[in-house]
């Protein structure tokens, strides 16, 4: 089941966003949370910080719903607002992004299984940059086609990164 | 390690992570409600800041293109009088300086006029109230203006206009200009005559520049002579002026008026000699016209005869040949008449009285 229906995200709800409509925002942070959170956890590998940053994030698109160009590319826009922002965070808070800094129980509750926090602190840790957000933004929901048009590049180009991501944290994890 | 369970474990590790994350706008109502309002109070209080620096940049700008003085230009003659122009060259102020000058403005309007315009109307009210009916009777123009390059083009266009105005109506005089920039100090030299003597920037500052050129004159030599008369001066003097003024190259800076009233009458009176060689020539092209409308109509007489004539002639000779033709046809008429047995009325009356002829000798 699809996690995520950027059906739901698409010009006429922006345009609802920009009249003020509660209920649309409700709608847009329902759909985009999971988006904008593993955009900021692919870049922070912090999740109480991506979790702030996703709040952050919401507010900002509503307050700058008005510069929204209507081009039926309202994901593009959000990961734009997205990136940005959580860049900024991490030059603000300085993390280490070394491999071993990455602390597990940072990312999942206590109780969870491990072997899920395993997969997760190697996505982390193992992939560059532009993997960890494809891997990450698939897994929230994206299909391949909408990240590719949130990337202006080519379908055969996103999967064939996806592709090679998931083969670097099989063999990681295999070792 | 499959791919699937590495997929699937990453999609649950993001909903159990992103579960806790509430709407940062979805709070209790009487937050949100004052969230809003901030939002939109600042928002309106933002736009209404907008609007009014832009209505200001706007009015600012409108202001200054209208209203604010950037360019002055002065007549002295013995009336001194001052335009202020704005950015488009028109006028927005008119100051007289003197009685005299409050004399024209009098009943003047230039306001809102180009300053082209304006000019000609000011001097064309010097001429008619007489104040440029003597010898030399110039007018000292000054322009001022931030930009000299403006002011000379300014300059050059007024002169060459207002000596074409004196010139057409026979003024002895001429314009001697200078410029100078929109001050707002004025210099102490300057000023210290302006009060003591009541006189104009634009007066002031020629005069305190003659009395550079030439050190054995005084200030209250000249500080009271009309235009006019420091021209007499000047000419007099042989005072050089031409680093001070400008004027037009060939023009006198002295003109006498009885030569110019005598020049008006010699124009005036080649003008009319003029007329009178257009009117005559006019008579002689009529009366040529004349001479050959009557032979036209001579000759136009004498072939209406002619042709008369052979139109008489034709008549008559249609209506010989007519006579002609008409017995020749009675002729053929009786003759065919008695061929054919058919009695003829005089051949009866012929038989008749031969028949009445033989009774008579029978008895």
Redesign the interface.
Known sequence: MS?FNNNIIDDRLMEKIKN?D?KA??IL??NS??MI??IA?SITKS?SI??DI???V??KI??NIDKYQYNDKPLSWIYTLTKNHSLNILKKEKRNTDMENINENN???RG??P???L??ST?LSILTSEEREI??L????LKHKEIAIIYDKPLSTILSKYNRA?VK??NY??K | MRRKQIEDSLKKSIIEMTDNINNPLVKENKEMKKMKMNFNFIKATSLAVATLVIALIVGISYYDKNYVEYAKVSFDVNPSITLSANKENKIIKQISLNDDGEKILEDIDVIGMDIEKASEIIVDRLIKEGYLNTDGANILLTVENNNLKLASEAEEKLMSNINEQLNNNYIAGTVISQIDTVRKNIPNDIKKIMEEYQLSYSKSIFINNILKKNVELKIEDIANLKISEISKLINDSKIDISDIVKSQKEESLYKNKELMDAKKIKDKAEELKNKAEVELQKAKDELINDINNQSALEQAQKAKEQAESKVTEAIEKYQEIEQEQNKDTTENQEQNQNENGIVNKEEIQKGIDNSNNSDNKGR
């Open positions: 996690v003020k509660i925002i409700e942070f329902n949370k999971k959170f593993s956890l999740k991506s979790e996703t709040q952050d919401i507010i509503i307050e990312l999942l509750k969870n299984d072997i899920d926090n997969i997760l996505a891997v990450l698939h897994n929230s929901g998931i944290m099989k994890l295999e």
